[in-house]
């Protein structure tokens, strides 16, 4: 059973930068993408990044392109999530989420919480 649980979230002025992690535990071999996704009070949670193992490549939602950057380091098994220029928008709680293949459900970890102020 993979556990994911996230860090790194909290209180950043607009315009500063934030570096979310992901720490996973247990073996995620083959399994098919790692995801970011962030829920906003009354809102419904959006996908904001992910990362697909097989080929490494990435996708961001519109709102974060150029300013957000998914990694993964393998030797330390943790999933990133590096926010640049932030803005008032990007206030939510950021959940970290993995799925074993395309058509599994995710696996989503507690979540952080990233505030960002004026």
């Known amino acids: 059973q993979v556990q994911l649980v996230e860090s790194g979230g909290g209180l950043v002025q607009a315009g500063g930068s934030l570096r979310l992690s992901c720490a996973v535990s247990?073996?995620?071999?083959?399994?098919?993408?790692f995801i970011w996704a962030r829920q906003a009070p009354g809102n419904q949670r959006e996908v904001v990044a992910t990362l697909t193992m097989r080929d490494g490549s990435t996708y961001y939602t519109d709102s974060v392109k150029g300013r957000a950057t998914i990694s993964k380091d393998n030797a330390k098994n943790l999933v990133y999530l590096q926010m640049n220029g932030l803005t008032l928008e990007d206030t939510a709680v950021y959940y970290c989420g993995v799925r074993r293949t395309s058509i599994s459900s995710t696996s989503w970890g507690p979540g952080t919480q990233v505030t960002v102020s004026s």
């Open positions: 247990g073996s995620t071999y083959g399994y098919w993408r």
